[in-house]
Antibody
Framework: EVHLVESGGGLVKPGGSLRLSCAAS????????IHWVRQAPGKGLEWVSS????????KYADSVKGRFSISRDNAKNSVSLQMNSLRVEDTAVYYC????????WGQGILVTVSS | NFLLTQPHSVSGSPGETITISCTRS????????VQWYRQRPGSAPTTVIY?????PSGVPDRFSGSIDSSSNSASLTISGLRTEDEADYHC??????????FGGGTKVTVL
């Protein structure tokens, strides 16, 4: 069975850093890009970042470019999202997902940026 | 870049048919595939339509997707509306760099 499990969320002050992880199982990890999508409280979905299978193509939304960094470890079937210079507006549930239209997504992890 | 605009809410009675639109602000809707996701409260999104009109296994044929180049929009139609269809629905496509672009989401209410 396919699973994506996010971890590393929590409460952080503005300007702080947090590292999210996405642990994958149940599928051939190297066959898929992995994406991060976030959802602020009561708002819609926002794509954040993606990494292709061999880490040669990293993409970022303009809202996080220069602050967030995505990486993957194919030996450990995991993807990380390093989030620096966090802002209040980065507060959201963060989901990891495979390619568009491919389920399941992870269950999501809450990141709260507040003083 | 472009926007995908969805109605804030759509409602219908059990058994009725509803349609949710997703209008692309610039560039052609046919240039990139559109996906539709259903999201129930407190849960992650799940795919109900991928590649414009394809249904994943397990999604009933009451759900259908289409593209209309004349209105530059995609549509999700739910026929035979059921109470379990009550959820938020999000459309998603791609920009020229293959960044995902989401619509604002539509809340479906079953009256």
């Amino acid at each position: 069975e396919v699973h994506l499990v996010e971890s590393g969320g929590g409460l952080v002050k503005p300007g702080g850093s947090l590292r999210l992880s996405c642990a994958a199982s149940g599928f051939i990890f190297t066959s898929y890009s992995i994406h991060w999508v976030r959802q602020a409280p009561g708002k819609g979905l926002e794509w954040v970042s993606s990494i292709n299978s061999d880490s040669s193509d990293l993409k970022y939304a303009d809202s996080v470019k220069g602050r967030f960094s995505i990486s993957r470890d194919n030996a450990k079937n995991s993807v990380s999202l390093q989030m620096n210079s966090l802002r209040v507006e980065d507060t959201a549930v963060y989901y990891c997902a495979r390619d568009a239209g491919v389920d399941p997504w992870g269950q999501g992890i809450l990141v709260t940026v507040s003083s | 870049n472009f926007l995908l605009t969805q109605p804030h809410s759509v409602s219908g009675s059990p058994g009725e048919t509803i349609t949710i639109s997703c209008t692309r602000s610039s560039g052609s809707i046919v240039s990139k595939f559109v996906q539709w996701y259903r999201q129930r409260p407190g849960s992650a999104p799940t795919t109900v339509i991928y590649e414009n009109n394809q249904r994943p296994s397990g999604v009933p044929d009451r759900f259908s997707g289409s593209i209309d180049s004349s209105s530059n929009s995609a549509s999700l139609t739910i026929s035979g509306l059921r109470t379990e269809d009550e959820a938020d629905y999000h459309c998603q496509s791609y920009d020229t760099n293959y960044h995902w672009v989401f619509g604002g989401g539509t809340k479906v209410t079953v009256l």
